[in-house]
Structure formats: structure tokens, C-alpha cells
């Protein structure tokens, strides 16, 4: 699987966007970007995933480059209990079993 | 819909013991990855069961051993316990083996310590 570079942290006031790069430039055209956070003390949660094209879900919006070397996750309207751990992962999508976390970035949504 | 839960939810062990952990799937899903996490990292991958066959394995080495049941529950054995097995073990389950193989469900975890 590709590797990913997501910076170490980031703070976001409450209610604002909270945008959140990761940059896979070595990512091959079979894989997909997956969006995963985890809060403190709890398993990961998945967020959303995407190809080639922008993804949006109820929780997240997929913004993904054209050369597809890097994305950002996108939360609207950030909330205190979007505190968490965000980890950006590419796997392929058929005929891949696992994913391979990084570090992540440790976001903080501020009052 | 239940979600993932796994069992039990916090233990301590003495190295060279053995320990079980359980993980019972969202219903549904016929895959069951494993992860291990040890403090400020993130999950590593430890193996994948679907419809009770191994289906991929990570850097583990043989003490780390899994089963899947006909209803896709799961459990982890880990032999001869090391200090540096403590970590907070995760379980998810998915379905199939295509893209949504991905898209995991986890539970909360075990947090296990070895003394």
C-alpha cells in the first residue's frame, strides 16, 4: 500500500470548517483513500472514501487532487466531539485485506 | 443493527501466559480483521478471517493465532505474552473482500497489559 504524510496536528474553532490535508503521492490508480478517526479511548470510526472523484457523506466531504497525489478531508461545521485522531490510509480496494494506519493528525476543535 | 463488541474489555496477564480475546462481527459482515495498538500509534494489522479461512496476515509472528466461527465470530489467541504485547487490541468486521472489505466496523477494543 501507498504511504501517506499527514502533518502531526491542527486546531479548528467550534462551528468553523476543519480541513485536513494528506498528501499520497505514490499512490497507484487501483487505490482508494480512505478517512478514518478515532477518539480518545475508542475504536476507529470510518468516515469516508474515495476514488478519483469528491465524495460527500453526512458526516465528511472527500476533496481529492486531480493527479490524485493528495486529498483533503473537509468538516463543515466542526464540533467539540470532532476531537479526535484523523488517519488518512490508500488501499486498493478488491483483493486487499488490510489497511496500514499512520500516525494521523491529532485534531483539536477549540470553543 | 449491533455494532462490534469485543470481550473482554480490559485485562492484565504475566508475560509467558496465554490470553483469548473475543470479538463478536456486526450483523451482516462475514469479515473480521484484527489490529493491535500500542500507546500513540496507530492500529497495525495483525490478520484477516473471512468466511472462517485466513485471509491475509501482517507482521506477527506464530503465537499470534486467530479462529473465525460459522457466524463469524472471532477470537485472538496470543501465546507466550511478552511485555511488549501490552496494547489495546481492535477488532472490525466488514463485508466481503472487494472495496467494502475496507469500510471496517470496529469495536472498542480489549486493553491488555502484561506484567
Known amino acids: 500500500d501507498a504511504k501517506t504524510t499527514q502533518p502531526p496536528s491542527m486546531d479548528c474553532a467550534e462551528g468553523r470548517a476543519a480541513n485536513l490535508p494528506c498528501n499520497h503521492s505514490t499512490i497507484s490508480g487501483n487505490e482508494y483513500v480512505y478517512w478514518y478517526r478515532q477518539i480518545h479511548s475508542q475504536g476507529p470510526q470510518y468516515i469516508i472514501h474515495?476514488?478519483?472523484n469528491n465524495e460527500t457523506n453526512e458526516m465528511a466531504s472527500l476533496i481529492i487532487t486531480e493527479d490524485r497525489k493528495s486529498s483533503t478531508l473537509i468538516l463543515p461545521h466542526a464540533t467539540l466531539r470532532d476531537t479526535a485522531v484523523y488517519y488518512c490510509?490508500?488501499?486498493?480496494?478488491?483483493?486487499?485485506?488490510?489497511?496500514?494506519f499512520g500516525k494521523g493528525t491529532k485534531l483539536s476543535v477549540i470553543p | 443493527e449491533t455494532g462490534v463488541t469485543q470481550s473482554p474489555t480490559h485485562l492484565i496477564k504475566t508475560r509467558g501466559q496465554q490470553v483469548t480475546l473475543r470479538c463478536s462481527s456486526q450483523s451482516g459482515h462475514n469479515t473480521v480483521s484484527w489490529y493491535q495498538q500500542a500507546l500513540g500509534q496507530g492500529p497495525q494489522f495483525i490478520f484477516q478471517y473471512y468466511r472462517e479461512e485466513e485471509n491475509g496476515r501482517g507482521n506477527f509472528p506464530p503465537r499470534f493465532s486467530g479462529l473465525q466461527f460459522p457466524n463469524y465470530s472471532s477470537e485472538l489467541n496470543v501465546n507466550a505474552l511478552e511485555l511488549d504485547d501490552s496494547a489495546l487490541y481492535l477488532c472490525a468486521s466488514s463485508l466481503g473482500r472487494g472495496v467494502g472489505a475496507n469500510v471496517l466496523t470496529f469495536g472498542a477494543g480489549s486493553r491488555l497489559t502484561v506484567l
Open positions: 474515495g476514488l478519483k
Open positions: 490510509i490508500v488501499s486498493a480496494g478488491a483483493g486487499s485485506y488490510q489497511l496500514t
